[in-house]
């Protein structure tokens, strides 16, 4: 096997050694009934996970931030976008953000 064929499976082995349990019990615990996630999208490389979702309300969305940094799991929570959906009566916002895990996984 050459190193050039060997490269896609360390890629697989490096994803796989990625503690996902952690990191579901992280984002989980952290939303509520006020968060709906639409995606999580994770970076090895960068060691982020781009969460998308909807929150009841921009409060509900600050306080799930603040968990997310309370976690031991992230270190930096970042709102990349948000957007109230102004069409729907119950106005609810939708929002990207990125989690920077620690290097503790």
Not at 26 to 55: C, M, N, R, Y
Not at 57 to 63: C, P, R, T, V
Not at 92 to 97: A, C, G, I, N
């Amino acid at each position: 096997l050459s190193l050039h064929d060997a490269l896609p499976i360390y890629e697989v082995l490096h994803h796989l050694s990625v503690p996902w349990e952690v990191l579901f019990k992280a984002v989980e615990s952290s939303g509520g009934s006020h968060i709906t996630l639409l995606a999580l999208e994770p970076d090895f490389e960068k060691k982020q996970v781009k969460e998308s979702g909807e929150a009841s309300s921009y409060n509900a969305l600050m306080g799930y931030i603040t968990q997310l940094e309370g976690q031991d799991v992230f270190d930096t929570v970042y709102l990349q976008n948000h957007d109230v959906r102004q069409e729907d009566p119950d106005k609810p916002v939708r929002f990207t953000l990125l989690a920077n895990w620690r290097d503790i996984l």
